[in-house]
């Protein structure tokens, strides 16, 4: 791709990031064959959560860096037992899959059982042989076209996802970011790791989620996740930016705790520029199938909450079926 391809704000965000940051990690999703991340001494096989060795707990499961139902098939973790894994996935990660809701069935993120369908009273979507496919009873007001016709619709607000707890939603992220950290930085994320195990009990006024959702089908393709480091001792930016890109969304989360973040005060209002994570989308994409667009999120709630989702689409015909007796279209 071309420098000169990308637009005057994305080529800002680029250099930015460039100044201030160095990649520390850089890894797809999706790879030919498996990526087992393991610290240094693997014969002393640690996990690097608890803190109990091989001696003391099991490692006979797959642990996932990252979230399978993130699209996430190839990073491992050697270095996570079996007790941790599971109270990660049921603590944590149920409650980030369920902030997707729908949307996983509708950007077709590929979990651990393939492509979830989702089902309402007013539609069905799920993946078809040549992409997704979406039923609508005929009569529906949703749509109101003749057959092989095309063009945008939208799918109504009532599209809702199941409760979750925000923070907790939050803290997955955070576990797959100490998840790929390179061993020579656990020593930062100290403090982040007792509160991933719920032993340093802190409550946040605000607990900011960026991410951008890009049109489009599968644009980033085999996903990926990344780590940027602050260069500067001294710079008032975070620390630690955690960076996982999957299907239309890309998500950046500050890593919280990080010994060199120092300079942020808790229990007091911290303000700081953001300067959001360049996209690879070039002016031609975005005029061609629409824009990236960002949003900022708090997600500090330890209450479960309910949201809407609303997704528009362009699709390449409309025809009739007959499913198990029902009229769809």
């Not at 076209?145 to 955070?174: C, H, R, W």
């Not at 991410?211 to 990926?224: M, S």
Request: hydrophobic residues 35%.
């Amino acid at each position: 791709m071309n420098k000169h391809d990308l637009s005057k704000l994305n080529l800002e965000k680029i250099e930015f990031y460039n100044k201030h940051y160095t990649v520390e990690v850089d890894r797809p999703l999706i790879d030919s064959n498996l990526i087992k991340l393991s610290d240094k001494n693997i014969n002393e096989r640690k996990c690097r959560f608890c803190g109990k060795s091989k001696f003391e707990v099991t490692f006979k499961n797959r642990a996932h860096a990252i979230p399978e139902f993130l699209g996430n098939k190839s990073i491992i973790t050697m270095n996570e037992c079996d007790v941790c894994n599971q109270f990660f996935a049921s603590e944590y990660e149920d409650h980030l899959a369920k902030w997707f809701g729908p949307m996983r069935s509708l950007c077709q993120i590929q979990g651990k059982h393939g492509t979830p369908k989702y089902k309402s009273e007013k539609f069905v979507a799920k993946k078809g042989d040549k992409g997704m496919e979406l039923f609508v009873k005929a009569d529906s007001t949703l749509m109101n076209l003749n057959d092989g016709g095309s063009g945008n619709f939208k799918i109504p607000v009532e599209m809702e996802t199941q409760p979750y707890i925000p923070i907790k939603a939050a803290k997955a992220f955070i576990k797959a970011a100490v998840s790929v950290l390179p061993e020579e930085l656990l020593p930062e994320c100290e403090k982040t790791i007792l509160w991933l195990l719920n032993k340093a009990n802190v409550n946040f006024d605000k607990f900011p989620v960026f991410y951008a959702f890009t049109p489009g089908v599968n644009p980033y393709k085999n996903g990926r996740a990344m780590i940027c480091k602050r260069k500067s001792i001294e710079m008032e930016i975070p620390f630690l930016w955690f960076i996982i890109a999957t299907t239309n969304f890309l998500f950046q989360i500050m890593v919280p705790f990080c010994k060199s973040d120092s300079w942020i005060k808790f229990g007091t209002e911290n303000k700081f520029n953001i300067m959001y994570f360049p996209t690879p989308f070039t002016e031609k994409y975005e005029t061609k199938i629409g824009k990236t667009v960002w949003y900022q999120d708090d997600w500090a709630s330890n209450i479960p909450i309910i949201q809407n989702r609303e997704a528009s689409f362009h699709f390449d015909r409309i025809e009739e079926k007959h499913l198990n007796k029902d009229r769809t279209t």
